[in-house]
């Protein structure tokens, strides 16, 4: 009842809050929202500056201003003709419709119409415009994110550079599932939001944001989507498919969808290892990791719009991995003491599997000048993972090692977020709520690692308000958030004081905005946490070889970030720098096994203290068919560990140096070249060593944009590694990984009267599902 008393609290704070205000919306000369445009209200007398905005992704400007004496607007966006209106106290709180005209201009019988600028700084975040863009021609909305200034993509998702793993959101709703951004077609994406310093109304977790915007659907009745894409590498066949489908009749919108992949890995590895225990332990090895994966997702939900002011939907998803079954093949050297000690060989198969539900309802409404956005999520997720390692060795005895693992996570939650104008600003507040439960069953019948069964439940309450407003050309945003979180850790069913805990943190943020002539500049601040992953709290011990096992550490604490970051925009450049204190900072780490001394297990741990510089600059110009993206980042930590038994100052930096080539032919072609290098550097304990790579793709648009094919080359020359060197207080450990990425695939996608969902849900818990 706390949670219900709270948002209840929260939504009556708000209601009396009155104000006189403009509001409207802006067209195209298609009838499209036009959004990132200039609103300004001036005085009709004298014509001096009153209040400033932006039009949002959908076209909507509103701000709290002619109570101040201001009743001229003045709407100017780049490309179209400058429009003034009049609106009068008596009319102000009406909805202006604007329709905006290009600004064409006749040169020796050429019309030469602007276009928007490809990039735009919005408070301390940048948004892409890719609509109409060269961007929308990639692909898919994961392929787009590649190619975003400040995104990276990795193997395994994405990361905001210096800022680490984001959130994705699409229309507002979080992406789970990454094969989600696989599924959308870059088409259909109106524009890329980077927020690099989110702010009191995300979590006290979340170090970055990503908001996808699709464009407007229009029409109504049947549409499809039909997406396949084949691909043959060195050694697998990889293939994906899916379908989606739509049904719009006046406010109702039915959707549903299928996807399948099934795609596979192989990977060449070699490792050397140094071990200082009772003994000199030294090992060199050989491995060949290669395994298939198959992938199944279906979701179907509606949405029901009563007007434009309420609007309510449902939606659930299923996932499952179905048959996930790397194997790995490796030859061991294992020297002691200088002498050589045994030759050792290992066969070792994994079986995994997983399956997952997720509800979400939502309602999206206004009551009278108050915004509501209100969502309730329930998730069930299950895995089940087998593990099968065969040793025989020269001298030792073999052995067979077998593990079975189960994990089993609930959660259900609710968060609400109202927003009110307020003077010349904007006042948002909210309240979430979430419990989260995770079990997790360890068996190894051998008895060479120890069984578990432990139970993670945790319940949060969290609060936040932030006011955003305008000071002549400067925007100020405050906020604070408050959570509240009692985590309860179970043994065998029995709880365990030492690792059960209560956090209360207040966090504020606070960042301006503001011109400098020509340019525009964003400096903010944020207090954070981090919380442990349910993964990096588990108890059992996952083998590796003999003389490896990996695991986690139930003691974790939670660390607290401070992040300052600079942001700069001027045209096609773009910058940004951070600053980033962390306070028992969780970073890995290896100690010797108390049971075998000859045994190192990797885990995590809390360091004292971390620090992190990064740079970068984009550089983004157009020379008629040609436009390319350079990215210059520069990253460097201030971090010292314990490293083969003296502490070591690990600040050497690191460069990120991409060329993102993109090319316009005409008649529905257009092509892309990007290149990526990394240097030598530190990061966390491992020293990370030089790494690029190379993709092309050639894309057609057939039919009207109904039919698109593109063909891609992924890393041309064969060159992706992940290679590195870790430091740990008694050993390193040396990795260089040949990931055979090289590959040629073909995508079709065929499409009729595809209309995006208007689904609007947002989701309630979303850092919650991401630690499970």
């Not at 961007?135 to 550079?161: C, R």
């Not at 549409?223 to 293939?239: D, L």
């Not at 439940?457 to 509240?484: D, I, P, T, W």
């Not at 695939?745 to 818990?765: D, E, H, I, P």
């Amino acid at each position: 009842m706390k949670i219900l008393f709270l948002m209840v609290g929260i939504a009556l704070a708000f209601l009396p809050l009155q104000a006189q205000e403009v509001r409207g919306k802006l067209l195209d000369e298609n009838d499209r929202p036009l959004p990132y445009a200039n609103v300004v209200l001036l005085t009709r007398q004298d014509s001096a500056f009153v209040a400033g905005t932006v039009t949002d992704e959908e076209g909507a400007f509103a701000f709290d201003a002619l109570s101040i004496g201001g009743n001229l607007l003045k709407v100017s966006s780049v490309g179209y003709q400058t429009v003034y209106r009049m609106c009068e106290k008596g009319n102000g709180t009406g909805n202006l419709l604007i329709a905006m005209q290009p600004d064409a201009v006749q040169l020796q019988e050429t019309v030469v119409t602007a276009r928007r600028p490809t990039y735009r700084m919005k408070g301390n975040s940048l948004v892409t415009s890719v609509s109409n863009s060269l961007l929308s021609t990639l692909g898919s909305a994961g392929e787009v994110l590649a190619h975003v200034p400040f995104v990276q993509a990795k193997d395994d998702g994405y990361t905001v550079f210096g800022k680490g793993t984001p959130l994705i959101y699409l229309n507002g709703r979080q992406v789970r599932d990454l094969t989600e951004l696989d599924r959308l077609d870059a088409k259909d994406i109106q524009s890329v939001e980077v927020i690099t310093n989110p702010g009191a109304e995300y979590d006290v977790t979340v170090k970055s944001v990503i908001k996808i915007k699709t464009v407007k659907p229009k029409g109504e009745g049947v549409g499809a989507n039909v997406w396949a894409n084949a691909g043959q590498s060195k050694y697998h066949f990889s293939h994906a498919e899916r379908v989606d489908l739509n049904y719009r009749k006046g406010g109702l919108d039915v959707f549903g969808g299928a996807y399948y992949s099934h795609s596979g890995t192989h990977l060449d590895q070699s490792n050397r290892t140094h071990v200082e225990s009772e003994n000199l332990w030294e090992q060199t090895s050989d491995m060949i990791l290669a395994g298939t994966r198959q992938y199944l997702t279906a979701n179907g939900g509606f949405n029901y719009m009563i007007n434009e002011n309420h609007s309510f939907g449902g939606k659930y998803q299923f996932s499952r991995n179905p048959n996930s079954k790397p194997t790995i093949s490796s030859n061991y050297e294992i020297y002691r003491d200088g002498d050589w000690f045994d030759r050792s060989s290992y066969d070792q198969r994994w079986s995994n599997q997983s399956d997952d539900h997720r509800l979400n309802v939502y309602y999206v409404g206004t009551a009278g000048k108050l915004n509501i956005d209100f969502n309730a999520d329930y998730y069930k997720g299950g895995e089940h993972n087998t593990q099968y390692n065969q040793e025989q060795n020269e001298v030792q005895d073999d052995r067979v090692v077998t593990t079975d693992n189960r994990v089993n996570s609930d959660l259900y939650a609710a968060k609400l977020v109202l927003s009110h104008l307020l003077g010349s600003g904007e006042l948002k507040g909210g309240a979430e709520y979430s419990h989260t439960e995770r079990s997790d069953w360890y068996l190894n019948p051998e008895g060479y690692l120890p069984d578990s069964d432990t139970r993670n439940q945790e319940e949060k309450v969290a609060a936040f308000a932030e006011y955003a407003f305008s000071v002549g050309k400067v925007q100020m945003v405050a906020g604070l958030r408050y959570e509240h979180v009692v985590s309860d850790y179970f043994d065998k069913g029995v709880r365990i004081d030492e690792q059960s805990r209560t956090y209360d943190n207040l966090l504020p943020n606070v960042s301006l905005s503001f011109p400098v002539r020509n340019t525009q500049w964003s400096l903010s601040y944020t207090a954070k946490t981090r919380r442990p992953a349910y993964y990096e709290l588990r108890s059992n011990l996952q083998y590796d070889d003999r003389f490896t096992y990996e695991g986690g550490n139930p003691l974790l604490k939670p660390e607290t970030i401070h992040d300052v970051t600079l942001m700069g925009n001027y045209r096609w450049i773009q910058f940004m720098a951070s600053y980033i204190y962390r306070k028992d900072a969780i970073e890995g780490t290896s100690f010797i096994y108390e049971k075998d001394p000859s045994v190192s297990i990797f885990t995590n741990i809390n360091y004292d203290r971390k620090e992190e510089l990064n740079l970068s600059l984009i550089l983004s110009p157009k020379f008629g068919f040609y436009e390319p993206t350079l990215s210059l980042m520069y990253q460097q930590q201030f971090f010292r560990v314990e490293a083969m038994g003296e502490y070591r100052n690990l600040n050497n930096p690191m460069g990120v140096f991409s060329l993102d080539n993109n090319f316009r032919f005409g008649k529905g072609w257009t092509a892309n070249v990007m290149g990526v290098y990394s240097t030598r550097g530190e990061s966390s304990v491992i020293v990370l060593k030089p790494n690029g790579y190379v993709d092309l793709s050639v894309n057609k648009s057939l039919l009207d944009d109904r039919l698109n094919l593109r063909l891609k080359a992924a890393d041309l020359f064969n060159s992706r590694e992940e290679s590195y060197l870790i430091y740990a207080p008694h050993m390193w450990f040396d990795k260089t990984a040949k990931l055979n990425l090289r590959s040629v695939s073909l995508t079709v996608q065929y499409r009729f009267n595809a209309s995006k969902s208007k689904y609007k849900g947002t989701g309630a818990a979303n850092d919650e599902l991401n630690r499970l």
